[in-house]
């Protein structure tokens, strides 16, 4: 990571922070005369919003672990290591009236004259006698420890300044609301372009898909920001908020803290479906929720008319100016003339929000006696909960990302809530087209009618000839699974998972190992040691994150209550717990623990980290296991007698490393070697473990390419892959749109003969070089045949997830663009084609492939236009692949 602060943001930045507290108030604890902000040490996992975190990203950028930030009556003095001190150093000593000092740790004396030095600092400000620190956010680490410890030995008296850091980054400067318009832009693009059209996908199909599945396909979106955003330079500058929520079927919880469930998305009569994404930019968070009607019923459209109202009479006075107390009586008053049963249904009005998802100082309630600004940013947010449907539960909310203005509200999440735009009516019937007579005018009638019987006759032969191939290939079909079925053993265990030892499961060795600064009567996540460590009786009692269920969060009245449920014999486990297998049934287990609490603070940051230590162990697992699976290859035996055959500057997928690179692909004796340029990252690849090699010419497509599927999967960075895909851009897949040109320009006629040119040049590369490696692999007895995709037999379906172009070659069935996986199909891995849905009016059919291993889940296209049918069973004889034709779409899962 090349980290580089930028020196003018900081400093006026800094302006801001010594001027909000130079105006004292009870904000700033009535006026303290030093503040110290400290950083501990930092895991990967910790939690990922503070206010701590927040002042540093406000700061400089980037977040600084072990440091401690100590603001005096003009200075801020930096204590920190050496290394981070060079990123420092290039801010400047002095700016704006205001002063910056660098300290560098000494762990000889471990940092106790800089200690004292510091001590001095704080006595000498102002008064010295009160200091301002965020009290309620634990630091951890021996370096924050001894410093805690010497400071408070100060005598200095020490109040929470929490709320006035809080109203300066509440604020924000033009740098951060660009930030926060990218954060939105994207989340309104995913769920637009993604996210809607799934769940519509979903329903309309009538497929069985989990809440959690939606959301994992909702974050993949986010590995490849630049095809929803091509603004967005870096992925690595964006990330999720929280991973997308989808709710339906009567359970929905409409705050910031909601999980998704492990139920399937219901899309039946008068349902309900909630949806929920956020996406942050260069840590600046913004949020989107919107809600889906189906068949929905005359009561669910006066409720949400009346949503629509209050949004909107709201939405008028979000301006610089207002007191935010007032957004929430205009909110009820609007819902009191509209339905008053609905007043007790109605949930809050939203937050601010920034670099803390949730800015706690912000929140748009009636309490809140504030004035809006220029420069805040707030999640605005309608919402009912709890209404009923006859027997039905259902709730509703819309929530934008606004930016506060003086000439009013400013809406980043454009995204259409009109009652149109989001009730569905499932209604499967099809418009019949008639069909036109295409005989000329000025036929003969009698001349026309020969001619017809003369075409069916021929039609009805040809049929009869195809029916004929199918019935030989149905008899081959079943006396060769008559031969596989002989010789078949059923081992009634190989749908068993293998039972966790729990044995195994360990936390600490003893008491001694325990965290010291886990408090005996509060809850308390170790992340480092993976344990949750449980108050009872005034003794923390550990439980390892795998023998945890779940966990639940929820109000009941002015208490916080806290849910975790623990592994027990007899529970039915979820795919999602892989490390939870089966428990012991001669063991005695806790099921269920409750905590509740008047101060929510700790449970739900003891919420939040179980949540994520859980997610953190799943991975963990998940890579493990990748690896576990993963078939040992030979060694590349490499080409020393010269004449390496070579592709150079060579895009790759999936990527190598994170960022994108390019690199070199070459052929030896046993294998190819693709080197990658940044950082010499090699990849082997050998030639028996390749399924099927397929060079795509660029002809209709931006890229020329070579596809490798494999047979035995290959570790490509930290993931697991069963394909490599090697390309180059040939053309630009985007567009200046700023610049106009006619193709019967110079310039237009210009561009058109450079990209023929390149065409045919890198066609040519690759050409040459697949020719080269078929005969080096054959001459070393390792033979490997490139196919080619036969164009004319193309047709357009949904392999996965979007409409592509799909086309056979000799041996496979492949469309090579489909993202986020190219989808590839052998050929001699299907048994028997299905294809459904073939009935008059429908202009669209499915194609199903059950393979031979009935093991595996049989894999479907859909969406295929029906005027390729007669194209696609010509195809599917050709390949000797048995089909049948059905009316209906069968249910393979």
């Known amino acids: 990571?090349?980290?580089?602060?930028?020196?003018?943001?900081?400093?006026?930045?800094?302006?801001?922070?010594?001027?909000?507290?130079?105006?004292?108030?009870?904000?700033?604890?009535?006026?303290?005369?030093?503040?110290i902000v400290n950083y501990g040490s930092q895991d990967d996992e910790s939690e990922i919003y503070s206010r701590t975190s927040a002042i540093h990203l406000f700061l400089f950028g980037y977040e600084f672990p072990d440091t401690v930030l100590v603001f005096t009556e003009k200075k801020l003095t930096i204590l920190c290591s050496k290394t981070k001190g060079k990123y420092f150093e290039s801010l400047g000593k002095s700016q704006r009236g205001l002063n910056l000092e660098l300290m560098i740790r000494n762990k000889a004396d471990k940092d106790a004259s800089n200690f004292a030095t510091l001590v001095s600092m704080l006595k000498k400000s102002k008064k010295g006698t009160l200091l301002g620190w965020l009290p309620k956010e634990t630091q951890r680490g021996k370096f924050i420890t001894r410093w805690n410890q010497a400071w408070t030995k100060s005598g200095m008296k020490a109040e929470n300044v929490s709320l006035g850091l809080g109203r300066v980054l509440s604020v924000k400067d033009r740098p951060a609301q660009k930030n926060v318009e990218t954060a939105a832009r994207f989340t309104a693009t995913v769920f637009k372009r993604y996210m809607k059209n799934e769940i519509e996908s979903i329903c309309d199909e009538e497929k069985k898909v989990k809440h959690q599945k939606i959301s994992e396909d909702t974050v993949k979106c986010f590995e490849k920001p630049q095809k929803f955003d091509a603004k967005i330079a870096d992925k690595e500058d964006l990330d999720v908020c929280y991973d997308p929520l989808v709710m339906s079927g009567g359970l929905y919880d409409l705050r910031s803290s909601a999980t998704n469930d492990d139920k399937y998305l219901d899309f039946g009569q008068k349902s309900v479906i909630i949806c929920k994404l956020g996406a942050r930019y260069k840590q600046y968070c913004s949020n989107l929720t919107r809600t889906i009607f189906i068949d929905p019923s005359t009561d669910m459209e006066k409720n949400y008319k009346t949503l629509i109202n209050t949004y909107l009479a709201c939405y008028k006075i979000l301006k610089a100016g207002t007191r935010i107390s007032q957004i929430h009586q205009v909110a009820t008053g609007t819902i009191k003339r509209s339905n008053k049963k609905l007043i007790q249904n109605f949930v809050g009005c939203g937050f601010g929000m920034g670099l803390e998802f949730r800015e706690s100082n912000l929140v748009l309630n009636e309490k809140n006696q504030q004035i809006l600004k220029s420069g805040h940013i707030v999640n605005f947010s309608i919402g009912f909960e709890k209404l009923k449907e006859g027997s039905k539960t259902y709730a509703?909310?819309?929530?934008?990302?606004?930016?506060?203005?003086?000439?009013?509200?400013?809406?980043?999440?454009?995204?259409?809530?009109?009652?149109?735009?989001?009730?569905?009516i499932m209604n499967d019937d099809d418009d019949e087209e008639e069909e036109e007579d295409n005989q000329p005018a000025f036929e003969d009638h009698y001349e026309a009618r020969r001619r017809r019987k003369k075409d069916e006759a021929e039609a009805y032969k040809k049929q009869l000839e195809k029916d004929k191939e199918q019935q030989l290939l149905a008899k081959k079909h079943q006396e060769e699974l008559l031969r596989r079925l002989a010789k078949t053993t059923i081992d009634s265990s190989f749908d068993h998972k293998k039972a966790f030892d729990y044995s195994k499961i360990r936390s600490y060795k003893s008491v001694s190992d325990y965290p010291s600064y886990a408090k005996p009567n509060q809850l308390y996540v170790?992340?480092?040691?993976?344990?949750?460590?449980?108050?009872?009786?005034?003794?923390l009692v550990p439980f390892h994150i795998s023998t945890i269920r779940s966990a639940t969060k929820s109000e009941e009245g002015a208490f916080t209550v806290l849910r975790i449920n623990f592994a027990a014999p007899d529970m039915q486990f979820k795919n999602r717990n892989d490390y939870i297998q089966a428990v012991p049934q001669d063991k005695h287990f806790i099921q269920e623990l409750s905590f509740k609490a008047r101060n929510s603070e700790n449970l739900e940051r003891s919420y939040f980290n179980i949540q994520e230590l859980r997610k953190r162990v799943r991975n963990r697992i998940k890579e493990k296991e990748d690896k576990k699976s993963l078939v040992i290859q030979k060694e590349?035996?490499?080409?020393?007698?010269g004449g390496v055959p070579k592709l150079r500057d060579l895009s790759v997928r999936p990527p190598v490393t994170r960022r994108k690179s390019t690199g070199i692909l070459e052929g030896h004796q046993n294998g190819l070697r693709f080197i990658n340029s940044r950082d010499g990252v090699k990849i082997d690849i050998i030639y028996e473990n390749i399924k099927h090699a397929i060079?795509?010419?660029?002809?209709?497509?931006?890229?020329?390419?070579?596809?490798?599927?494999?047979?035995?999967?290959?570790?490509?960075g930290k993931k697991k892959t069963e394909f490599m895909q090697f390309y180059i851009e040939v053309i630009s897949s985007s567009q200046d749109l700023g610049h106009s040109s006619r193709w019967n320009e110079a310039d237009g006629l210009n561009e058109e003969q450079e990209e023929r040119r390149r065409r045919k040049k890198y066609n040519k590369l690759f050409h040459e070089f697949t020719f080269k490696i078929q005969q080096l692999s054959q001459k070393y007895g390792n033979p490997l045949e490139f196919e080619e995709p036969f164009r004319q037999l193309a047709f357009n379906g949904v392999p996965n997830k979007e409409k592509v172009e799909v086309i056979p070659t000799h041996d496979s069935l492949v469309a090579l663009e489909d993202k986020p996986k190219p989808f590839c199909l052998a050929l001699n891995e299907v048994d028997v084609a299905i294809l459904e849905r073939i009935m008059f009016g429908l202009r669209e059919f499915d194609l199903t492939f059950v393979f031979s291993d009935y093991t595996r889940e049989p894999l479907?296209?859909?969406?295929?236009?029906?005027?390729?049918?007669e194209q696609v069973k010509s195809w599917l004889r050709t390949s000797e692949i048995l089909h049948y034709e059905t009316r209906q779409s069968a249910n393979w899962k």
């Open 1 to 35: 990571m090349s980290v580089k602060i930028d020196q003018g943001i900081f400093w006026s930045r800094l302006k801001r922070i010594f001027d909000n507290w130079n105006k004292g108030g009870r904000p700033w604890a009535g006026g303290v005369d030093a503040i």
């Open 526 to 539: 170790d992340i480092k040691g993976e344990t949750l460590l449980v108050p009872i009786f005034k003794q």
């Open 695 to 716: 060079f795509q010419k660029s002809e209709k497509t931006t890229e020329v390419r070579l596809h490798l599927q494999l047979v035995n999967p290959i570790m490509c």
């Open 396 to 424: 509703m909310q819309i929530a934008d990302t606004i930016l506060i203005t003086q000439e009013g509200p400013k809406l980043l999440t454009p995204v259409k809530r009109a009652w149109k735009e989001i009730a569905f």
């Open 860 to 869: 479907r296209i859909t969406a295929i236009s029906k005027k390729k049918l």
């Open 636 to 641: 590349l035996k490499l080409l020393r007698t």
